[in-house]
């Protein structure tokens, strides 16, 4: 009974040491990288998630059905939002057609199907009328797009963008930004799967903080 017992206990302190181990592998600096100045979050009493991306970023097509999935099963303390990002002027159109999108209140119906036009379809995005006449497949009134796609609204989410951009740091799409603290490449994860493990650890880490 004696040895039954201890061979019980050397499994548990083992089966411990290996999930302390599997946290203790993220490491600053070489899986994820703080953040010099943090940025604040728009809740203070949730974990902040932000995916930096972009429409045209092949990388960021790949790893959107893997967001997608993973968004679906985050508990209530957790909040979760996209970020264009523009790193040239030929960025600006599809960031303008995401806010343009979030202004109108479809972009659940077309986030994915900009990426399926660009990636799939081979869809090169040029102006505003091309945004108008895909958004219009999904219910949008053309004239709003186009009134929207250059208005005041959306001129000041890409500013504000910008500057958050800047403020995290973001080097490459498509990129995590935890809580405005850390942020977490697949390049300095090693793989989509292990980007969305170090995030996850992340949270925890944040939630135990606060």
Same mark, same amino acid.
């Given at each position: 009974? !004696? ?9 548990? &302190? ?7 181990? @599997?946290? #203790? =592998?993220?490491?600053?600096? %070489?899986?994820?990288? &703080?953040?010099? +100045? *943090?940025? *604040? %979050?728009a809740d203070a009493d949730k974990v902040e998630v932000v995916e930096a991306f972009g429409y045209w970023c092949p990388h960021c097509n790949s790893f959107e059905p893997m967001l997608a999935s993973w968004t679906k099963?985050? *508990? =209530?303390?957790? %909040? ?28 659940? !119906?077309?986030? @994915? ?7 799939? @379809? ?7 009328? #091309?945004?108008? =006449?895909?958004?219009? +497949?999904?219910?949008? =009134? ?28 973001? !080097?490459?799409? *498509?990129?995590?930004? &935890? ?30 903080? +606060?």
């Amino acid at each position: 009974m !004696q040895n039954a017992m201890s061979k019980w206990m050397m499994a548990l &302190v083992l089966g411990l040491g290996a999930i302390t181990a @599997q946290a #203790q =592998d993220w490491v600053a600096g %070489t899986h994820y990288r &703080v953040i010099a +100045n *943090p940025m *604040p %979050t728009a809740d203070a009493d949730k974990v902040e998630v932000v995916e930096a991306f972009g429409y045209w970023c092949p990388h960021c097509n790949s790893f959107e059905p893997m967001l997608a999935s993973w968004t679906k099963t985050l *508990p =209530d303390d957790v %909040t979760f939002e996209h970020m264009p990002v523009i790193f040239s002027r030929s960025h600006e159109l599809m960031a303008r057609a995401y806010y343009v999108a979030e202004l109108l209140g479809i972009k659940e !119906q077309v986030h @994915q199907a900009i990426y399926d036009a660009i990636h799939l @379809q081979r869809v090169r995005f040029r102006d505003a009328e #091309q945004i108008a =006449d895909l958004f219009a +497949n999904y219910g949008a =009134d053309r004239d709003k797009v186009l009134k929207e796609m250059n208005g005041f609204s959306v001129g000041m989410k890409l500013k504000m963008g910008s500057s958050r951009t800047k403020g995290y740091e973001v !080097q490459g799409v *498509p990129s995590l930004i &935890v809580n405005g603290k850390y942020i977490v490449s697949a390049g300095e994860a090693g793989s989509n799967t292990n980007m969305m493990k170090v995030v996850e650890y992340l949270i925890d880490k944040e939630r135990s903080a +606060n």
